[in-house]
């Protein structure tokens, strides 16, 4: 026995009320209509069902359907609140031709269970005008003007304020509309509404805008029968991945970011991707990095009932430039180092596979950024770093903590070398000391707030601060830092540092450990 | 007891086939490295083996010590090949993160070094197994802070294994952590040592170590004090380690100055 349902309504605030923005059939059949208050709604029929607006749940749901809707053409775009925008263009006669892949779209989503309107048409605006009023309409190119001409106005989704102004000046339809001289109407309502009739009269044309960058090469396969097993999906995999292969040969191209989608049958889309650090010309190293990925998931592929699409994209692609290999093995060794970075990056993620960069900086912290492997390799190897001093012991620590471990310290003197210290619940007294060595901040780097000198006093004014005292800031991140190198008794060599001048920047010193030395 | 002689004689041949199996097994780049510490070279009949797991074993706050003697040992055995160092996140935290111009400053060269941050023990153990079993780089690095289950012998084995297919040396750090059985070829325990004294401006040299080799597959173990030379790259043994004073050349008197007076550069701090 099924429960009575009453009607459904979904309210939204606008200007201060609650007005009834979606309603179901059994709501519109009782005379609720869309833009009327919840007020004069529970007045008509107070046993109505009412929802609250959920607009990001709305945006999340059709982007949802818009993934699912890849599966008919790589090219989709969003059109907020409610619509989606398919370019068709070269794809209908994989389904059998426009008629039947609308049918199909159609069909599956209404039972899916939602309300689909679809049309197609030359442009965007024209196809969109009809959605809203002649659902299912196909309309021959050419033949714009004509199967919209008689539609109401509302139907070109303007403003509402334009909208209202044609029906006032007794332009209902949009063929009315057309009739009048273009500049008339530019003249009262503005040009961006006239390029949006010319695009909906099929005269002028827009590209829609895809949430997605085309894919150089797409290969797909389509299953009748669902697909579920980890095996049919390895298999499905290799052969996409054989093809795509063989369709990049041709063009002398190698996949630099590669993307597999996995349609399920239920309407939910899954996609992971790879990157690489140079192109990719073998199916076997496409399949063997989607083996790591897939290994690696968190969470991982879920097939529920199966998949019934598996597509295969080269996202980016780069051209291969066939070398001679000569003898010298560092080429190789350099191609092995990349494809298992390759791989590894493809099981932990690309930025934690990193190589190191030299900075032009004396700020020790700053002396070398790490950068992903897979894109930076080469640069990595060929970077220039600073030569150390020849017979110099080691001037910089082998260990960084970042950011500085704070210590307590006791000096002989306020600003003198530290005598001993506490560092991690531990004592240490400190029995070689070497320092200190000044390490200003990059006050050309730091502008932001600089101090402005004090006004009446002329010589600062004059010969400005130069560098740690004109950037000196209360957090203390770019003050001067005194550093030490100082060796304890057990021989553990220490990176100590003291931060900010004494009166000039802090009236107290903070102490850190910065490093350690090997 | 007759026959004793002769099952003797059986034994060494069985043990001299089992080397020699033992022995062909590595492929990619065989031999030894040598450390250039003559004495530890000599017990190690050679130096340090390819292809083979190493440990290397530090308190935690020995852990930048041990850092750099590993960092030596990867410099002694790739010889410019490409190195990758595994390393954990929480080891980052405790120990800090490597600083490439304090590799620089051991005489080390950055660009040939390629880290992983490895979010756990798990996926450290993986991705050096991984680098082992392919032959792209001349050592592998991996850096575990603290105690573990998760290397056992069976991961060691599983390591050792890798490292003799491909030729790749592996080299296991382990800072906090007290040592289990394991497949490893050498066993170190690593620990700094002081510097040998000297005058009041001249905080320190290169870095000295005091070496503890625990174990050893194959030879005697042994215990040294070892700098690593940043210019030569290579352990030397100390030089007048643990005396307190030593006589350095003054100027002679001034009437006859056979030995001229050093003049002694005072190092920059800076």
């Known amino acids: ?23 179901d059939d059994a709501a519109a059949r009782i005379g609720l209509a869309v833009g009327l208050p919840l007020a004069n709604a529970r007045a008509i029929c107070p046993e109505i069902d009412v929802f609250d607006a959920d607009e990001i749940a709305d945006g999340k749901t059709l982007s949802g359907i818009a993934d699912w809707c890849d599966r008919f053409t790589p090219l989709v775009a969003l059109d907020p609140p409610h619509g989606l925008l398919l370019d068709i263009t070269g794809c209908a006669h994989l389904f059998g031709g426009e008629a039947a892949l609308m049918n199909a779209l159609c069909g599956a989503l209404t039972r ?95 590209p829609i805008n895809p949430r997605k960058p085309l894919p150089d090469f797409i290969v797909e396969k389509r299953f009748a029968e669902p697909i579920a097993t980890d095996g049919a999906i390895a298999m499905t995999l290799a052969s996409l991945a054989r093809t795509l292969i063989a369709a990049m040969e041709k063009q002398g191209k190698g996949a630099r970011r590669l993307e597999a989608v996995f349609f399920r049958t239920d309407g939910a889309v899954r996609v992971i991707a790879v990157e690489t650090g140079r192109p990719v010309t073998r199916g076997e190293t496409i399949d063997r990095l989607f083996r790591e990925r897939l290994d690696a998931l968190a969470d991982p592929l879920d097939p529920g009932f199966g998949f019934d699409l598996v597509r295969l994209s080269a996202v980016r692609t780069d051209l291969v430039i066939q070398e001679q290999r000569d003898l010298d093995t560092h080429v190789r060794d350099n191609d092995e180092v990349a494809a298992l970075v390759d791989r590894l990056a493809a099981r ?38 600073l030569e150390r001093i020849e017979g110099e012991p080691p001037l910089r620590p082998l260990r960084l903590f970042a950011p500085p471990e704070p210590i307590e310290v006791t000096a002989m003197f306020p600003d003198g070398p530290p005598a001993q210290f506490k560092w991690r619940h531990r004592q240490c007294l400190i029995a070689h000391v070497e320092g200190p060595e000044r390490i200003a901040m990059e006050w050309w780097n730091r502008c932001e707030q600089p101090l402005s000198p004090e006004p009446d006093d002329e010589f600062m004014r004059l010969h400005p601060p130069q560098g740690e005292v004109a950037v000196a800031r209360a957090d203390g991140s770019a003050l001067t830092r005194d550093y030490f190198r100082a060796e304890d008794r057990e021989g553990v060599r220490y990176w100590l540092y003291r931060e900010g001048t004494y009166e000039r920047e802090v009236q107290t010193f903070r102490w850190f450990l910065h490093g350690l030395f090997a | 007891m007759a026959g004793n002689g002769s099952s003797a004689g059986t034994l060494a041949r069985l043990r001299d086939r089992i080397a020699r199996i033992e022995a062909g097994r590595g492929g990619g780049m065989p031999g030894r490295a040598a450390l250039g510490h003559e004495e530890a070279d000599a017990v190690l009949q050679g130096g340090l083996a390819r292809g083979a797991v190493h440990e290397v074993f530090a308190e935690g706050r020995h852990s930048a010590t041990a850092s750099g003697f590993i960092a030596g040992l990867a410099q002694r055995i790739c010889a410019n090949r490409p190195l990758l160092w595994v390393r954990q996140d929480f080891s980052a935290r405790e120990s800090g993160a490597l ?55 069976v991961a060691s084995r599983r390591l050792t294994l890798a490292a003799g297919g491909s030729g790749v040396t592996g080299l296991l750090l382990r800072v906090a952590a007290t040592p289990l059985p394991s497949t490893a070829e050498t066993r170190w325990i690593v620990r700094p040592a002081r510097s040998p004294s000297c005058a009041a401006w001249q905080a320190w040299g290169s870095p ?57 550069a005072l190092r920059r701090t800076g």
């Open chain 1, 1 to 23: 026995m099924m429960e009575k349902r009453f009607p459904r309504i979904v309210v939204a605030k606008q200007n201060n009320a609650l007005v009834i923005s979606a309603l």
């Open chain 1, 112 to 206: 899916q269970g939602f309300v689909v309107s679809a049309a197609i048409a030359g442009t965007p605006a024209c196809a969109r005008a009809l959605t809203r009023h002649a659902h299912g309409r196909i309309v021959a190119p050419g033949e714009e003007a004509r199967a919209i001409a008689a539609l109401p106005v509302f139907t070109l989704g303007a403003d509402d304020a334009i909208t209202r102004g044609l029906r006032r000046v007794g332009l209902k339809t949009i063929g009315d509309v057309a009739a009048r001289g273009r500049h008339e109407i530019a003249a009262r309502f503005g040009s961006a509404f006239t390029t949006l009739l010319e695009q909906a009269l099929g005269q002028s044309d827009a």
């Open chain 1, 348 to 385: 932990i993620g690309s930025h934690r596979v990193v190589v190191h960069l030299p900075q032009d900086t004396h700020i020790p912290e700053r002396a070398s950024v790490p950068m992903p492997a897979q894109q930076h390799l080469a640069a990595a190897m060929r970077a220039e770093w």
């Open chain 2, 99 to 153: 600083s490439m111009r304090g590799w620089r400053e051991l005489g080390l060269d950055p660009c040939l070094l390629v880290t992983v941050h490895a979010s756990d023990v798990e996926s450290a153990l993986r991705t050096a197994a991984d680098a082992l079993a392919c032959d792209a780089f001349g050592a592998v690095v991996m850096e575990i802070w603290g105690e573990t289950r998760l290397l056992d012998l």
């Open chain 2, 208 to 264: 000295v170590l005091e070496t503890r080799l625990v174990r050893n597959r194959h030879g005697r173990t042994g215990q040294w004090i070892m700098e690593w030379k940043c210019d030569e790259c290579l352990f030397r043994d100390v030089p007048f380690h643990g005396a307190q004073t030593y006589s350095q050349p003054v100027a002679a008197a001034s009437a006859d100055r056979p030995d001229r007076a050093r003049v002694v």
